[in-house]
C-alpha cells in the first residue's frame, strides 16, 4: 500500500481512548484497539475533525516553527485571509502585516492577492462549458475527502490552483527579480489554519508545491500578539480588496466570483450530504459548488485560534469596511496557463473491500451477512465508528465478532448455559452413587 504523508497524528500519552474520534470522522479513519485511537492512513483526509472534538488533545497537527526561517536566506510569508479575523477588531490587517515582518520574515505576500487572481480565473472557466456543477478546488480536505468516497465526482473539480499555490508562485518570482534570489535560497512559508493545508504542501495536488512550509497560525499567533505591541512594529500596506480577503469565510469565493448560480456550502459532514446528492444526479442548475470542511469556513479552521463565531463577525466587519474603500489597487492579473492544475486528481481507493473485483464482490456479501448479525445499535463499543464498519473490519481481518460487547455477552451466556449444564452430568462409573443419593432423599 502506499504510504501517504499525514499532517494530523496522535499523541499515544494523550489518548484514553474514548472514540470521541472515531464516531466524528468522515471517512471511517479512526478504529480504538487496545485503548488507544489508531489512524488508518489511507483513509484519512486530514480535515482535523479529530483535532476539533479530541477531549484530551490528543490529535496534534504537524507544521514546521519559526526557527525553520534559518533554512532560508530570504523568507516569506504567506497569510491566509483567515488570519485577519483571529484579533481585536482595532488590530488592523496593515498591523498585523507589519507583526509578521517584525517576528522573522523578510517579506510578506498576501494570499488574499492569489484569491483575487483565482477568482478571475474562476469566472472565466465557469463561463464555459464543463460538467455541472464544478466544484472549488480550494479546500484540500474537501479535495482529498472526493478522493476517497467521491471518486465518480474529481471530473467536477476546477482544474484551478489553489490562491495559497498562486500567490507563493508569485512571491518566489518577485524575490528573484528583485533580489536576484535562486529558488533554493528562498522560503515561503503558508501562515495556516489547517492541517489540511500543511498535507497539502507535503503532498501536492499538481506537479509540485511553491510553498516550502507552513507555520500554524495558533502557535504563531502569541508571537504576533507581542509583536503587535511592540514600538518597533511598522504596519504594511494591505494590497488586497474585500474581494480577496473575504476568501477566508464560507461563502466569500462565491462573493468574489459574482456571477453565475453558486451554492456554498461548510462543515465536513454538510459537504458528504450534498457530493452524495450529486452523485445522484442533482444540483445540475447549480455552475459551482463553494465546498470549505471547515464550518464557517478557513475561519473555523482547526489551527485558527479564535471562536468561529468572533471569527465570523470580525470577517464581516473587514470585509463590510474593505469594500467600502475606493481606490483599491485592481487585482493581479497572471498568466491563465500558471493558473492551471497542471496535473489530474486521481482516485485513492481507500474504501475498496479488495483489489480483485470477484473477491471483493464475496467480501460485500460477508460484510452484509455480518452486519445483518451484529445488533445495529452503533454504539461505538468496539472501537469501530458503527456497526458496518465492524463487520468490515471483521472481513479484512482486522478485528473479531468479540469486539462487540453484545455479541461477546451472548457467547458468555451461551458458554454459561453449557457450564450449567455440564455441571449436571456425570460420568457413567458414578450411576449407582446417584441412585442411591436419591433413595435415601426420599426416605
Ligand atoms: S483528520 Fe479527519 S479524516 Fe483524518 S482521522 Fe482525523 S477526522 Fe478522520
Ligand atoms: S475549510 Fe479552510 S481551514 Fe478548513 S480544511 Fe478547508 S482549507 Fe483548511
Not at 502506499?2 to 489518548?15: A, G, M, N, W
Not at 464544478?134 to 465518480?152: D, E, K, W, Y
Not at 450530504?273 to 464557517?296: F, H, K, P
Not at 473491500?353 to 452486519?371: F, G, P, S, W, Y
Amino acid at each position: 500500500m502506499q504510504k501517504y504523508f499525514h499532517s494530523v497524528r496522535l499523541d499515544e500519552d494523550k489518548c484514553k481512548g474514548c472514540t470521541n474520534c472515531v464516531k466524528r470522522c468522515p471517512t471511517e479513519a479512526i478504529r480504538v484497539r487496545e485503548g488507544r485511537a489508531l489512524i488508518i492512513e489511507e483513509r484519512c483526509i486530514d480535515c482535523g475533525e479529530c483535532i476539533k472534538i479530541c477531549p484530551n488533545r490528543a490529535k496534534l497537527a504537524t507544521t514546521d516553527g519559526l526557527e525553520q526561517l534559518q533554512n532560508f536566506h530570504y523568507t516569506i510569508a504567506l497569510p491566509a485571509p483567515s488570519l485577519y479575523a483571529q484579533f481585536e477588531p482595532n488590530t488592523s490587517p496593515e498591523q498585523i502585516l507589519g507583526a509578521l515582518l517584525n517576528i522573522g520574515f523578510d517579506d510578506i505576500f498576501e494570499v488574499a492577492l492569489g484569491a483575487e487572481a483565482v477568482s478571475l480565473a474562476l469566472r472565466d472557466y465557469l463561463s464555459r462549458d464543463h460538467p455541472r456543477p464544478m466544484i472549488s478546488s480550494a479546500c484540500p480536505a474537501v479535495l482529498r475527502l472526493m478522493q476517497v468516497r467521491f471518486p465518480g465526482l474529481l471530473q467536477h473539480i476546477v482544474p484551478i490552483e489553489t490562491p495559497m499555490e498562486i500567490s507563493a508562485g508569485l512571491a518566489r518570482e518577485k524575490a528573484r527579480q528583485q533580489h536576484g534570489f535562486s529558488d533554493n535560497q528562498i522560503g515561503v512559508f503558508f501562515i495556516t489554519p489547517c492541517p489540511a493545508k500543511v498535507t497539502a504542501i507535503k503532498q501536492p495536488f499538481g506537479e509540485k508545491s511553491y510553498v516550502d512550509g507552513a507555520i500554524s497560525m495558533s502557535v504563531i499567533y502569541g508571537e504576533l500578539l507581542h509583536s503587535l505591541d511592540s514600538p518597533s512594529t511598522k504596519q504594511l500596506p494591505l494590497l488586497s480588496g474585500a474581494r480577496g480577503v473575504g476568501w477566508g469565510k464560507a461563502g466569500g469565493e462565491n462573493h468574489a466570483i459574482r456571477c453565475h448560480s453558486h451554492l456554498a456550502v461548510d462543515g465536513i459532514h454538510s459537504i458528504i450530504n450534498v457530493l452524495e446528492e450529486i452523485e445522484r444526479g442533482g444540483l445540475s442548475d447549480i455552475d459551482y459548488l463553494e465546498a470549505q470542511a471547515c464550518t464557517g469556513g478557513c475561519i473555523g479552521g482547526p489551527l485558527a485560534p479564535q471562536n468561529l463565531f468572533v471569527a465570523r463577525v470580525r470577517m464581516d466587519n473587514l470585509v463590510k469596511k474593505l469594500s467600502l474603500q475606493p481606490d483599491r489597487p485592481k487585482s493581479l492579473s497572471t498568466d491563465p496557463e500558471f493558473l492551471r492544475l497542471n496535473k489530474p486528481i486521481l482516485p485513492r481507493p481507500a474504501l475498496k473491500l479488495d483489489q480483485d473485483i470477484n473477491r471483493a464482490i464475496e467480501m460485500l456479501e460477508e460484510v452484509e451477512k455480518i452486519t445483518e448479525d451484529l445488533p445495529g445499535l452503533d454504539c461505538g463499543s468496539c472501537g469501530s465508528p458503527n456497526c458496518r464498519a465492524l463487520a468490515e473490519d471483521i472481513v479484512r481481518g482486522y478485528a473479531d465478532t468479540s469486539f462487540c460487547i453484545f455479541k461477546l455477552r451472548q457467547r458468555l451466556q451461551i458458554l454459561a448455559r453449557e457450564i450449567v449444564d455440564l455441571s449436571h452430568k456425570q460420568p457413567p462409573a458414578m450411576g449407582r452413587e446417584r441412585e442411591k443419593e436419591l433413595k435415601e432423599g426420599d426416605a
